[in-house]
């Protein structure tokens, strides 16, 4: 090593152990020193910051400076002009006769902590503290995946989130009235039913902001078939029986009369399926067709079933239609109907005129 070089470590040993001796002195604690000149440490507000941003730590000089330097807990960040710390996020900002500023970009959990201002003057040594308080947003970081369950199952869902102040958790159950199902980061749901299927939200809280998010429950329970309707139709015309479902997974559907499978386009006959329901229509109804039918619906979980009646309805005529009391009756046998109630009318008034 050059003779610079040992002078720069020499140097730097030298301030270094001329700051560690000033720190033994107590906090607050007035030392008398030659001169009757004191040494005192100022204690100033802590300082909040959040996550992320940048802090200044500002420290007021005033007096005849020989030395100064920032400190955190054991390591010296600034000496003067010289910078001691290898983070590059701490920079010198002001060094003049009046301030001595630095400033920390991008603060982390890592940098909350006591902070030390030393200034060697002319007449006596003095600290300025501050204490760095860093609030960080919540953050989930441990959520349950989604779950597929049977009805009736026993579950747990759980949600973590990390952050300062120390975040609250909650859960509720998205629907119409989004009522909260539980404070706490763990949500247990027995025998669980399928009005609680859906999407659950976990939402974090602090101070500083709000993290949100959801699992899905997917609850399978075995067909409900709605009673069927039966339906009555004219020989010739187009019929249709509707069959629904409600079941998790969906549903298959299988048609039946009388005991035998009704397959699609079988015998004029088409089967139209979705999830939730069912069609079977007869495009030109004949005799053979009325009956009873059975539509059967099928998941994983079970099977449910339904009948119809399909019956036949005789197509009106105009010699079957009701008529109002003020219809005109047309033809013979409408005369002959006002005819003989003419008729009756006329004898029933002479046996009352031949009484007297």
Not at 132 to 137: C, F, G, H
Not at 234 to 245: D, H, I, P, Y
């Amino acid at each position: 090593m050059s003779i610079r070089g040992y002078f720069v470590a020499f140097s730097k040993c030298t301030i270094f152990l001329s700051l560690r001796i000033l720190f033994l002195v107590p906090a607050g604690l007035q030392v008398r020193s030659q001169g009757d000149s004191q040494s005192y440490n100022k204690v100033m507000d802590n300082i909040t910051v959040r996550q992320g941003e940048t802090v200044f730590l500002r420290c007021a000089l005033g007096d005849v400076v020989t030395h100064t330097a920032w400190l955190n807990r054991s390591s010296i960040l600034y000496a003067g002009e010289d910078k001691w710390s290898i983070d590059p996020r701490v920079s010198l900002v002001t060094l003049n006769q009046e301030e001595f500023t630095i400033k920390i970009e991008n603060v982390d959990m890592t940098d909350e902590g006591q902070y030390v201002c030393a200034i060697q003057t002319s007449s006596r040594p003095r600290t300025t503290s501050v204490h760095i308080l860093v609030q960080v947003p919540p953050k989930i970081t441990n959520l349950s995946r989604d779950v597929v369950v049977n009805e009736g199952s026993n579950i747990t869902l759980m949600c973590q989130a990390s952050g300062k102040p120390e975040p609250s958790i909650s859960w509720k159950l998205i629907s119409s009235s989004g009522d909260l199902v539980s404070d706490d980061e763990y949500l247990e749901i027995p025998s669980i039913s399928r009005q609680k299927a859906g999407t659950y939200e976990c939402t974090a809280v602090n101070d500083i902001d709000t993290d949100v998010q959801t699992v899905d429950i997917t609850v399978n329970y075995a067909p409900a078939v709605s009673e069927g309707r039966d339906v009555g139709v004219t020989l010739g015309q187009r019929g249709v029986l509707e069959c629904e479902a409600d079941a998790v997974p969906e549903a298959d559907f299988e048609w039946y009369k009388d005991n035998r499978r009704i397959f699609n386009d079988f015998d004029g006959m088409e089967i139209v399926s979705t999830g939730l329901g069912s069609k079977l229509t007869f495009f030109n109804v004949s005799d053979g067709d009325y009956g009873n039918y059975t539509c059967v619906a099928i998941n994983t979980l079970g099977s449910s079933n339904t009948s119809f009646l399909l019956f036949v309805v005789i197509e009106p005529t105009s010699s079957t239609l009701l008529q109002g009391p003020r219809a005109v009756q047309d033809g013979s046998g409408g005369a002959m109907s006002v005819h003989s109630h003419n008729c009756l009318l006329f004898i029933i008034i002479l046996s009352f005129l031949l009484r007297f």
